[in-house]
């Protein structure tokens, strides 16, 4: 299955990764399995956030509460490697659940998605970026 972005969401992230030098960004991503719908950053409480991201509990802790409530359930996240490419680390791997969730991966004006389809472990997903009006 191929998962959409629109090119404006798409351009958001690249810009926000661009605009933190050095550091890894990251944050939730929304909507469903064929479409990332919507995005919201989140502080990366990583010790060391140049080398690795860990999004912010509360935010996660929100989102949860929010989907419950009736909003849409975060499907995965994003996080930028400020040096390296979009595909997952050791740490990456280490951090994945096998759980399904997708994860989106920024280099420089690079972004490839991914899921984690069992723990350590990822697939690549079938990326399609949308021309959008806006
Ligand atoms: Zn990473």
Same mark, same amino acid.
């Given at each position: 299955?191929?998962?959409?972005? +629109?090119?404006?969401?798409?351009?958001?992230?690249?810009?926000?990764?661009?605009?933190?030098?050095?550091?890894?960004? %990251?944050? @939730? @991503?929304?909507?469903? +399995?064929?479409?990332? *719908?919507?995005?919201?950053? %989140?502080?990366?409480?990583?010790?060391?956030? *140049? =080398? *690795? /991201?860990?999004?912010?509990?509360?935010?996660?802790?929100?989102?949860? =509460?929010?989907?419950?409530?009736?909003?849409?359930?975060?499907? !995965?996240?994003?996080?930028?490697?400020?040096? !390296?490419? *979009?595909?997952?680390?050791?740490?990456?791997?280490?951090?994945?659940?096998?759980? !399904?969730?997708?994860?989106?991966?920024?280099?420089?004006?690079?972004?490839?998605?991914?899921?984690?389809?069992?723990? !350590?472990? /990822?697939?690549?997903?079938? /990326?399609?970026?949308?021309?959008?009006?806006?």
């Amino acid at each position: 299955m191929t998962l959409e972005i +629109s090119s404006a969401l798409l351009g958001r992230l690249l810009a926000e990764a661009q605009a933190a030098p050095g550091l890894e960004v %990251c944050g @939730l @991503l929304f909507g469903t +399995s064929a479409l990332i *719908a919507a995005a919201e950053p %989140c502080a990366n409480v990583a010790p060391d956030p *140049a =080398r *690795a /991201f860990e999004i912010d509990p509360a935010a996660l802790f929100a989102a949860h =509460r929010r989907a419950r409530a009736g909003g849409s359930a975060p499907i !995965g996240h994003y996080h930028s490697h400020p040096t !390296g490419r *979009a595909e997952p680390s050791a740490t990456d791997a280490a951090g994945a659940m096998g759980d !399904g969730a997708v994860w989106l991966i920024l280099a420089g004006q690079d972004a490839r998605a991914w899921r984690t389809v069992k723990p !350590g472990a /990822f697939e690549a997903v079938e /990326f399609d970026v949308v021309t959008s009006q806006s």
